[in-house]
């Protein structure tokens, strides 16, 4: 997808631009890291490998579809090389794409979790058990009227929640409800 006017003084220089998706009466949102190479050509977050695993492997089995739930990324691009920036340009990068945060700020969560990437299970598969539990989290979180949003990532971590810090086998399974930060 052609990146938007305001992309254009964001320091990635990269290409393409890939909105969230925000589908009526969602469930949940999830936060990623940054879109894929795939997602700039079908204009959607998540329809790569490392996506489909996810779908069929974590939403599909707690009944719900892409229909159900936000699907976000810190950055709305594909970075060059794939990484996200550091340093500096991390700040200003985010910063840019804050402007297209409207789908999570309107669906006025509730609780907020934090796990890892999914996607990169794909190099580091016996890690699958956590994310499948931060996902059975999302599901009773929707089944008690809670409106959660999953941060996957460092990248959405550090976005979303910065006061938690240290490693990722320390701050994943946070869970922290809106207005109030995590242990």
């Not at 050509?41 to 790569?48: A, C, K, N």
């Not at 691009?77 to 985010?94: I, L, M, N, S, Y």
């Not at 945060?101 to 990169?120: H, K, L």
Request: proline share 9%.
């Amino acid at each position: 997808m052609k990146r938007p006017d305001h992309c254009r003084t964001c320091p990635l220089k990269s290409t393409g631009h890939v909105p969230d998706t925000n589908p009526p009466g969602a469930k949940a949102a999830f936060v990623f890291k940054a879109a894929g190479r795939e997602d700039i050509v079908y204009g959607e977050p998540m329809t790569g490998k490392g996506g489909r695993a996810w779908e069929h492997k974590f939403l599909h089995p707690l009944g719900l579809t892409r229909q159900d739930v936000i699907i976000s990324n810190v950055f709305r691009c594909f970075p060059p090389g794939g990484e996200a920036p550091v340093g500096p340009t991390w700040d200003q990068a985010c910063r840019h794409c804050r402007f297209y945060d409207g789908a999570i700020e309107a669906f006025r969560p509730t609780v907020w979790g934090v796990s890892i990437n999914p996607t990169g299970l794909l190099k580091t598969p016996n890690q699958e058990t956590f994310v499948r539990r931060e996902m059975e989290r999302v599901a009773q979180f929707i089944s008690e009227g809670e409106r959660p949003v999953l941060l996957c990532g460092e990248e959405a971590r550090r976005k979303y929640a910065p006061w938690i810090d240290g490693s990722m086998k320390r701050f994943r399974g946070y869970w922290w409800w809106e207005g109030r930060k995590a242990a």
